[in-house]
């Protein structure tokens, strides 16, 4: 993500801060413009509904709705602020919301509401106990998180039992949309060379999950996948690659952001030139995001083994997984060029 000022007094600004910190002036986000404004110069319907909430800090532009802003306009089932431990995890789950959102704008896709459109996005936040039995997950355009998902106690308890490396909202909500971009990116004239990447996403998807919860993922799966639910059925393989894109493009446009730039001569930063990291939204070479991507996640992850904590990007990438992400790479230059 950019660095942000505020509009009065030029201090840095976080993405979620509702105030600068230095002069006090209130703020807002304009997707639009990707750059805080001063609430004063704002009509207060400019604003954001969910602003009222504490929930949101974004203006209105660029939004369909009157009273909601682009990213909180795609909600469809959201707790009722009465109830205190349905909108406590809710207020969990809008930063990394709002920080797809964000992305998804980066990225030049279309981003519209199911309901004004048939093929649009909606979120439904649904607590475990309602009477359908929600998951999380996506269906139709309809991306479905569970509340206690935002509970991190319970996050952390469920990666435990599932054996995975990493788990987060912002994640959930990168895996999540990607299905539902794969729906509008792909039709029969161009599924072919998505098939030769991703295997036949023909095959039962219900039968091919049962299998996975059955027997796990086939051995030497990190040969060909990111993750072990990815080996699970080629939807899922695309899902969970499309997020892994989707991190490597964000923490890379940070660190551009930020001036970070390598001049470490020896492995395993050995064949990085010593320029700044580039802004990955405009390189068009899939292998210079690639490589920077790997020479930031190795500095990342040791920062934070200073810190005692656990890396932030787990994962090592197989060249088969480089394939995948250079085909998206490729599948998102191409259509942000079209559109
Ligand atoms: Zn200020
Ligand atoms: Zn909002
Ligand atoms: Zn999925």
């Not at 609430?39 to 602003?51: G, H, I, T, W």
Request: charged share 20%; with cysteine; glycine share 4%.
């Amino acid at each position: 993500m950019k660095t942000f000022n505020c509009p009065n007094c030029q201090n840095p600004i976080f993405f979620e801060n509702t105030q600068c910190e230095k002069c006090f002036t209130h703020v807002s986000y304009n997707p639009m413009t990707e750059s805080f404004e001063a609430n004063e110069q704002l009509q207060p319907n400019d604003l954001c509904k969910n602003q009222s909430l504490n929930i949101c800090n974004w203006s209105v532009a660029g939004s369909h709705q009157e009273n909601f802003c682009l990213a909180c306009s795609l909600n469809r089932e959201v707790p009722n602020p009465k109830d205190l431990n349905g909108f406590d995890k809710w207020e969990n789950l809008e930063p990394a919301k709002h920080r797809l959102i964000y992305q998804l704008l980066k990225l030049k896709l279309p981003i519209f509401s199911k309901l004004e459109k048939e093929n649009g996005i909606a979120f439904d936040f649904l607590s475990e106990n309602n009477k359908q039995k929600a998951v999380t997950g996506h269906a139709n355009g309809v991306i479905t998180i569970l509340l206690s998902e935002a509970d991190s106690v319970h996050r952390e308890v469920l990666r435990k039992q599932m054996n995975e490396p990493y788990r987060t909202l912002l994640g959930h909500f990168r895996h999540e949309v990607g299905h539902y971009y794969w729906d509008l990116l792909f039709d029969e004239n161009n599924i072919d060379k998505c098939r030769a990447i991703f295997g036949d996403e023909r095959i039962n998807y219900g039968e091919a999950l049962q299998n996975h919860y059955k027997n796990g993922a086939p051995t030497k799966w990190n040969e060909n996948y990111i993750s072990e639910y990815a080996s699970s059925h080629p939807w899922e393989d695309w899902a969970e690659s499309w997020a892994h894109y989707l991190h490597l493009m964000d923490t890379l446009e940070t660190a551009n952001a930020f001036g970070v730039s390598f001049k470490l001569k020896k492995y395993p930063l050995k064949n990085l030139t010593k320029a700044i990291c580039p802004n990955p939204y405009e390189t068009t070479s899939f292998k210079t995001i690639f490589d920077s991507s790997v020479a930031l996640t190795c500095m990342a992850n040791s920062l934070n083994r200073a810190m005692g904590l656990s890396d932030i990007y787990p994962f090592v990438i197989p060249k088969a997984v480089y394939k995948k992400l250079n085909f998206i790479h490729n599948v998102l230059s191409n259509y942000s060029s079209i559109s």
